[in-house]
């Protein structure tokens, strides 16, 4: 499986952006799509996820009820909208899969996504 994170940009607090991240091979029947970021000096963090079968979201508290995880299965396609953006959420954001269903305890968690793309830039300054 292969992931390519794209969307990134130069955004004004307050603005919007979308991320999107294509996917390519395998298909899975049960698992679970992620994005991740990393803000300079800063760890790499949980911003959301989705799993499937029984499509359920999950988001960090930084970002809950501003961003927002979607996938479009025609297009094999994953996507974070993301808006009211903050300087906080400057960072470089990664899409991850797994190819099984994630149990919830474990959604948050980097080892548990097999996939990873190779980040997209997102700066918001004014």
């Known amino acids: 499986v292969q992931l390519q994170a794209s969307g990134g940009g130069l955004v004004q607090p307050g603005g919007s952006l979308r991320l999107s991240c294509a996917t390519s091979?395998?298909?899975?029947?049960?698992?679970?799509v992620a994005w991740f970021r990393q803000g300079p000096g800063k760890d790499r963090e949980f911003v959301a996820a989705?799993?499937?079968?029984?499509?359920?979201?999950h988001y960090a508290d930084s970002v809950k009820g501003r961003f927002t995880i979607s996938r479009d299965n025609a297009k094999s396609a994953v996507y974070l909208q993301m808006n009211s953006l903050k300087l906080d959420d400057t960072a470089v954001y990664y899409c991850?899969?797994?190819?099984?269903?994630?149990?919830?305890?474990?959604?948050?968690?980097?080892?548990?996504?097999?996939?990873w793309g190779q980040g997209t830039l997102v700066t918001v300054s004014s």
């Open positions: 091979g395998r298909t899975f029947s049960s698992g679970a």
């Open positions: 991850a899969a797994a190819p099984q269903r994630v149990i919830l305890s474990a959604i948050s968690t980097q080892s548990s996504y097999h996939y």
């Open positions: 989705m799993r499937w079968p029984g499509v359920s979201t």
